[in-house]
């Protein structure tokens, strides 16, 4: 018996217990009992089931292109029809408390007795589905009566998606699971759950694919359908569905929302129909109220750009030659009065929509245009007295809420993939503005689930390995392996919301993802410190022809900042061995970077971005740095005659680096032109409301270039407005802003400037005035947290700290609101 007792023991201390399905924060939900259900009969037409498919791309030169019907190759696919799910039920005893628990994927609406639970949509957030799926908690205690019905309505979402690029990206046809746990006043318990019990039938929804929209038929509205009088007798019964995936997880990351209204702001006579402007490019749907006879086909599409006659819409940019059709939603009224509808399972990135079908010219209070994105917390704010500088920040702003769809994507519309070079560029911009501690944690789990499963490109000498993740971090659409560059991601992203937010958790739930990461690149990848090879500095001005830097470079820079972020990461674990050989690695990779990239006749390495990041990195020795950012400067101001031509990773820190080595007034001349390539050039010249994937030397005569005009990337030079002329910098020895610093450029030409952070210890301000000579600078240092002054371009004697001289340029405050005064 003793030797039985301590085989068990010891099997328990080998073998851990298995995890428990679905567990998560607070009480566990107990799925046992629970089944997947779902519904494949099919009783759509083919006409709106099913929509064209062109899958031959057109020439880069768009305005020349006029295909002949042999060259567009159409096919016709249908998409996997959405679906009602119902289940009626008594209460018949006082409730305490009632909550459900639910997935429904790809996307789901869960209704009680008649009317839809909470105000979350596009719910819940992509995954790689094989992996994990995210479940969701609705308490709706205040919503049961003695007789109630539930009811789930299901979409395709990124699940179901057939559609768009290859119909092997879907994971399958839409399906549910569920757990009510009811609690009772006298203490017993009760549970409803999904399984063969349910009733079944189509949904109205003809046609959904997150990529090319929805089709609804309010003809096939079936009323009340999820309240209890319902008679569901002439329904199928739910089927049972293979389950997914065994790792279900409650979704810690905030819903999609509807999170502002977005008025029209002209209607346009279009070649057919009506064009509806927005004003600004946007990311969700438009909401409409038509009265029309019944069957009235009322078409919607969508687009960024309208077609150099106005009379048509272009869908060139949204990935029409790639998605294989133009972003279309249909309604088909039922007639007999005034009908509002909007989308449920698909959304658009759009400026402009072409509305056909309708008897009169539409007004423009018909139409409300919703934009939708992850409801996460705005933190961060920046205003100015010049209101160009202000367009490039609200321009960046809006492109990054433009594309936080529960993972930061690359575009709104064409690829909607999370490419992780993206993330990493516009993470330090996003985190100033945005609290997205949950949206990195996200990222990072999703990063861990693409680990190994790409293969490596066929260009590349980079070998496949097991610690390597994909180049997108999420889904099925993965693109290869990372690459060196774009696999930065997978130890700077955690990094950043590490010195950000103060996240440790991100951290220990990281390191063995990193570890692996980082000795796949010391083992395979580097040669004598330099890592050869790499996307590169993407998309600089006029394209990746332009490209002026090598992609080793700023591989290897990125190499030596994650090296760096893995040292520190390591202290914080108390790893102080792993700290010490990070450290000692990056001492080689700095070495071996400056003996391959710096010039030591010019003082640079070899272009804007060759500079730029290579001192953003602190990759520059100390007696070499002013020198490189002199050299920076003539490098815009002479060799490309005021202009930069940086990609993604040289844009990213350009300002900043300006302003900190003395050559504001280059950052001045860069924010006040507007020829092209310049950043006024895509704000004031052609009113655009959002980046573009590159900037172009568009004709406005012309169709506008295919790519994106919605690329989030290309806000990473963003963190500038806060980093520099608010001089909020993180102390990274110090995460979380325990201690920061107030570094600010006085940027001449401004007469006031206004910048705002809500940081983990509190709001951080830094407001700076120009008042007769004088620079009056009001800061709020938060509690808990010290603020390093760095005022190293003025003498002591140029400052007063609330009236009162100061000993040195460099002080530190605690708590608390001052004001400094500058000559």
Known sequence: MKFQLFLITLLFLIVPPLKTFGQSKGNNIDWDKAKWIGYTEDNRLEKWAARDLMRNQPPMDINTWQPTEKELKVVRR????????????????????????????????????????????????????????????????????????????????????????????????????????????????????????????????LFDNIYHGETYDARKEIKNWSSFDYNDTSWGSAELMKAPTKNLLEQQLEPMKKVREISPIAILPAEKGWIIDMGQNMTGWLQINVEEKEGTEVKMRFSEHLMPDKRNIDPASTGIHVTGNTQTDVYICKGGGVETWE????????????????????????????????????????????????????????????????????????????????????AEAASFNFNLKGLWQKTADDIETVLGISKAHFKDTFPYDSRAPSNVSVGKRLNLQARPDWGAATVMIPYFSYIYYGDTTIVKKSWNMMEGWMAYLDEKVQEDGVINGGYGDWCPPGGNVNMDTPPALTSTALYYQSLIAMQKMAIFLGRKVDASVYKQRANTVKKAFNTRFFNEETNSYGSQTGNTFALYANLVNEDKKQLVANNLSDLIMKDKHGHFSTGIFGHRPLYTILNGYGHSKVTKHLWEITDYPSLGFVTKEH????????????????????????????????????????????????????????????????????????????EIKSNWKRNKGKIIWSVTVPENSVA????????????????????????ELTSGEYVITIK
């Open 78 to 205: 249908k998409t996997y029809p959405s679906v009602l799910l119902r289940k009626s039920f008594f209460i018949e005893k006082d409730i305490s408390s009632a909550e459900v628990a639910i997935c429904g994927l790809g996307l789901y609406e869960l209704y009680l007795n008649g009317s839809k639970v909470g105000d979350r949509v596009l719910d819940p957030a992509q995954t790689s589905y094989e992996k994990r799926a995210f479940f969701v908690r609705h308490d709706v205690t205040n919503m049961l009566k003695e007789k109630n019905s539930l009811g789930i309505m299901l979409g395709n979402g990124f699940y179901g998606q057939n559609m768009a690029f290859s119909p092997r990206l879907a994971y399958g046809k839409p399906l549910s699971i569920m757990v009510l746990n009811i609690d009772y006043a006298d203490g017993t318990k009760e549970s409803i759950v999904t399984d063969e019990s349910w009733k079944a039938h189509n949904s109205p929804i």
């Open 687 to 762: 009113n655009l409301t959002t980046w573009p994937e590159h900037i172009a030397n568009w004709d406005k005569t012309k169709r506008y270039h295919r790519n994106s005009f919605n690329h989030p990337m290309n806000s990473g030079f963003s963190a500038s407005f806060h980093e520099s002329l608010g001089g909020i910098i993180p102390d990274e020895d110090h995460p979380g802003f325990q201690k920061f610093y107030l570094k600010p450029t006085f940027l001449e030409g401004l007469e006031w400037c206004e910048v705002g952070y809500k940081s983990p210890k509190g």
């Open 788 to 811: 390093s002054i760095q005022l190293q371009m003025y003498t002591s004697k140029q400052i007063k700290l609330n009236k009162k001289r100061v000993k040195s340029n460099t002080f």
């Open 343 to 426: 989308p449920r399972f698909t959304y658009h990135g759009f400026q402009y929509v072409q509305i056909e079908g309708l008897k009169n010219k539409p007004k423009l209070d018909q139409f409300k245009g919703w934009l939708v994105r992850s409801d996460v917390e705005r933190i961060g704010t920046f205003k100015c007295s010049d209101d160009l500088i202000n367009s490039f920040y609200n321009v960046s702003m809006q492109t990054i809420e433009d594309n936080l769809q529960g993972l930061l994507s690359d575009c709104p519309h064409r690829e909607r993939c999370a490419w992780m070079g993206d993330a990493y560029i516009v």
